[in-house]
């Protein structure tokens, strides 16, 4: 059982990340400066790269198959057995993958939080020199 000290509290705030099994304090605090549409499309980009990724993979794997049962080894084998592999991989990205997804989401968030971090340190320094 995982000890997650939000989940008794009443404020919105994020979800303690984990990673590796481990609490991830830097995510935690990235996740607080990214709002939450910009979760949202991060996870979908990771997801969909991982399912790219899966997909050469899956490519790579059958490449060599000769065609078997209904289609045999026609044209047409070549492009439902390509058809077949995308799906493949786009399930397996979106029912957790192989993780890679996961460490692209954290780099994508972290970066993001980095990025949002340097804008509001460059408007404050702004209103410093204004205020001068």
């Known amino acids: 059982m995982q000890f997650n000290p939000t989940s008794t509290t009443h404020t919105a705030a994020p979800k303690l990340a984990m990673y590796n099994g481990r609490p ?6 990235a996740l607080t400066k990214v709002s939450p549409q910009q979760q949202a499309k991060a996870k979908s980009t ?8 899966l997909n050469q993979m899956f490519s790579q794997m059958t ?6 049962g209904p289609f045999g080894d026609t044209p047409g084998t070549g492009v439902w057995r390509s058809m077949l592999t995308e799906q493949y991989s786009k399930s397996f990205a979106k029912a957790c993958g192989i993780g890679i997804s996961k460490d692209i989401f954290r780099e994508l968030i972290l970066q993001q939080a980095k990025q949002t971090s340097q804008v509001q340190a460059g408007q404050a320094s702004q209103v410093q020199g204004n205020k001068t």
């Open 24 to 29: 991830d304090f830097t995510l935690y605090d």
């Open 46 to 53: 990771a997801t969909d790269f991982e399912g790219m990724f």
């Open 63 to 68: 490449n060599g198959l000769k065609g078997e």
